[in-house]
Structures are given as C-alpha cells and as structure tokens.
C-alpha cells in the first residue's frame, strides 16, 4: 500500500534549527511537496522536490533521496510564527497525492 | 481579488439533511478538489474535476456528489449527512494535475458539524 510517515508533534527554541524528516512508500514516484498549515487556515505551499538533492528558499530548505523514499524539511533562525503544522505529501505515478497526517511543530521562546 | 473561496465557513446541521458547500476560484484553474481533513488523518480526497463537466471519484466518496457545470465553480453536497462526516472540507485548485510541481491552493475551509 501507498503510505507517509511523519512525526506527529515536535518542539524546538525560537533562534534554532529544526529538521521535520517524512518516508513515502507510493506507486510510483512524481515529485514530493510541502505544505504549512497554522491552526484552523487552509494549508499553503512551501516546496516541491522531484530530483535528489536539497531546495533552498530563504529560512527553509527541503531535501529529497528517491533512492530512500525520504525527504526532510529543514526551518532555520526558528520564529513564533513557524508554529504551525507541516504536510509531506507525495505524488504517486497517476499523479495522486499521498498526504501525510502531519508534523505539528510548536517554537518556544 | 483573485483566489479561492469559500462558503460557508462553519455549519452545523442535524443527521440526514443535505448541506451543499460552495467552492469558487477566480484563476480558470483546470483542476479542483475536494478534500476533508480529520485528526489523525493526512488530507482525503473526496472528489476532483479536471475541466468543466468532467469529475471523478477520490479515496473517500461515499456519501458524496459533485458538480462542476462551470470552470469556476465546483460544489459539494452530501445528500444525507452523517455524524461520520463531521469535518473540515477543503477545496483547492491547481493549474496542472501536479505534473511538474504545480501546487494546490486552498481556500480557507468549511467547519461541517453533523449532529
């Protein structure tokens, strides 16, 4: 069966680095995203990674091994507002898109 | 203003009545979706449509119709509510059906509560 796996809550300090880690297993293979999702708004883009290797785009990063079935989302100079939820999802060969349930990342101060 | 709404936000209606959301996007975005998001759960999707007139079932449709006589518009009606359809639904929009990296929008969400 197709599935993603991903930590259901981390913590980290404002300032730091955090690494959010998710595992596919899909049919197929057409490319992995990133979502943030602050609590009770609509999920919105951060990333799409097709090819191994790491994206960067300002604070955040997303890294991806086909060959490992994993992709990690990495958030540098941590603020309050990266508390937020974020979803892996991957794209299986009939370009479905297998969601992970979600890493909930709560910043302390 | 360009986007994606919408209606209503929040709902609450009692075990069998039919409830119709309302999905609106202002890009002539090809594709739509339809997802609900439980806890615990990573987004389903309930129905999508890749043009005008033309829908097709996700992983979670039962209980479910769509509906898409126009680009913009793309309305989901369950016919008979269950207490088992409580939720959050989101509707959301892409360019492309993701080939390439085309990313969904959402729209801010539908609160459905059945009671």
């Known amino acids: 069966g197709q599935n993603i796996d991903q930590p259901t809550e981390m913590t980290a300090t404002e300032g730091a680095i955090v690494q959010i880690n998710c595992t596919y297993q899909t049919s197929g293979f057409n490319g992995l995203f990133w979502y943030q999702q602050h609590a009770g708004e609509a999920p919105t883009f951060l990333s799409y990674?097709?090819l191994d290797g790491l994206e960067e785009k300002g604070r955040f990063s997303s890294f991806l091994s086909r060959s490992k079935g994993y992709s990690y989302l990495l958030l540098k100079e941590l603020q309050m507002k990266d508390s937020a939820s974020y979803l892996c999802?991957?794209?299986?060969?009939?370009?479905?898109?297998?969601w992970g349930a979600g890493t909930k990342l709560i910043i302390k101060p | 203003d360009a986007g994606i709404t919408q209606s209503p936000r929040y709902k609450i209606t009692e075990t069998g009545r039919q409830v119709t959301l309302m999905c609106h996007q202002t890009w002539s975005h090809s594709y739509m979706f339809w997802y609900r998001q439980d806890l615990g759960h990573g987004l389903r999707l309930i129905y999508y449509?890749?043009?005008?007139?033309?829908?097709d079932k996700g992983e979670v449709p039962d209980g479910y119709v769509v509906s898409r006589s126009k680009t913009e518009n793309f309305p989901l009606t369950l016919e008979s509510a269950t207490r088992s359809q409580t939720s959050v639904y989101f509707c959301?929009?892409?360019?492309?059906?993701?080939?390439?990296?085309?990313?969904?929008?959402f729209g801010n969400g539908t609160r459905l509560t059945v009671t």
């Open positions: 959301a929009s892409s360019e492309l059906r993701q080939g390439g990296g085309s990313p969904l929008h």
């Open positions: 999802a991957a794209m299986d060969s009939n370009y479905q898109l297998i």
């Open positions: 990674n097709v």
């Open positions: 449509s890749a043009a005008a007139d033309i829908t």
